[in-house]
């Protein structure tokens, strides 16, 4: 499985931006995506993920009615739409593939249970 997470960049507060992870190396229709992030200083952190084959999202109260995440069958690809955008959601996003598990309540959170990483992409949200 290869992750391929892309369209971080510059963004000023208040602004939008969207991200996307291209996924290949298998059929991903019980496959459970999560995206994380790591601030500077910080530890990385669960902001929200997809069960591709039902379209289940769940989200950290961090990411809850600013953040989407979505998946196009066709491509591939999972989304994560970052709206309203402020210097604490400056960090680097991995997407993340959970393939022996599907995860409910805390076990979202858990990046033990994610077995395949993407390289990260850098969001920096200036004030």
């Known amino acids: 499985v290869q992750l391929q997470a892309s369209g971080g960049g510059l963004v000023q507060a208040g602004g939008s931006l969207r991200l996307s992870c291209v996924a290949s190396?298998?059929?991903?229709?019980?496959?459970?995506m999560g995206w994380f992030r790591q601030g500077p200083g910080k530890e990385r952190e669960f902001v929200g993920g997809i069960r591709w084959g039902s379209g289940v999202t769940y989200y950290a109260d961090s990411a809850k009615g600013r953040f989407t995440i979505s998946r196009d069958n066709a491509k591939n690809v999972v989304y994560l739409q970052m709206n309203s955008l402020n210097s604490e959601d400056s960090a680097v996003y991995y997407c993340?593939?959970?393939?022996?598990?599907?995860?409910?309540?805390?076990?979202?959170?858990?990046?033990?249970?994610?077995?395949?990483w993407g390289q990260g992409t850098q969001v920096t949200v200036s004030s």
């Open positions: 993340a593939a959970a393939t022996r598990d599907t995860l409910y309540g805390y076990m979202w959170y858990s990046e033990q249970r994610y077995d395949y």
């Open positions: 190396g298998r059929t991903f229709s019980s496959v459970t």
